[in-house]
Nanobody, 121 residues
C-alpha cells in the first residue's frame, strides 16, 4: 500500500489542523494505521494508532484530549485532527500502516512521506 500524507502547515499555538493520509490499493481496511512525528534533532515518536475498523484507538499521553485519529475505509483515508496545538507539537508527521497493533515504528510496514506541522508561540 502507498500512503500520501497531507494537511500540514504553519499555525499559531492554540490553533487546529487536520492531517489526512490517503492510501492506494484496495486493502486499506486490512491495515492498522498509525501516526508518528519527528521533530528536528529528535527520534521519531509514536502519536497514536487506530484499528482496522476504528473500534480501538490509542494515543500517546502528550496528545491525549487534543488529538483525534479517525479513518474512513470507504475513502481509504486516515485522519489526525489536532486541536489546541502547542509549539512542542512542531514536527514532521508521518502516517504508517501495520498488520498488528503496535506503538513501535519498526512494526509498521508502509510509511507516508511526512507532512510538516509548525506551531508558533
Amino acid at each position: 500500500v502507498q500512503l500520501q500524507a497531507s494537511g500540514g502547515g504553519l499555525v499559531q499555538a492554540g490553533d487546529s489542523l487536520r492531517l489526512s493520509c490517503a492510501a492506494s490499493g484496495r486493502t486499506f481496511s486490512s491495515y492498522l494505521m498509525g501516526w508518528f512525528r519527528q521533530a528536528p534533532g529528535k527520534e521519531r515518536e509514536f502519536v497514536g494508532r487506530i484499528s482496522r475498523n476504528g473500534d480501538s484507538i490509542y494515543y500517546t499521553d502528550s496528545v491525549k484530549g487534543r488529538f483525534t485519529i479517525s479513518r474512513d475505509n470507504a475513502k481509504n483515508t486516515v485522519y489526525l485532527q489536532m486541536n489546541s496545538l502547542k509549539p512542542e507539537d512542531t514536527a514532521a508527521y508521518y502516517c504508517a500502516a501495520a498488520t498488528s497493533l503496535s506503538r513501535v515504528a519498526g512494526r509498521y510496514d508502509y510509511w507516508g512521506q511526512g507532512t510538516l506541522v509548525t506551531v508558533s508561540s
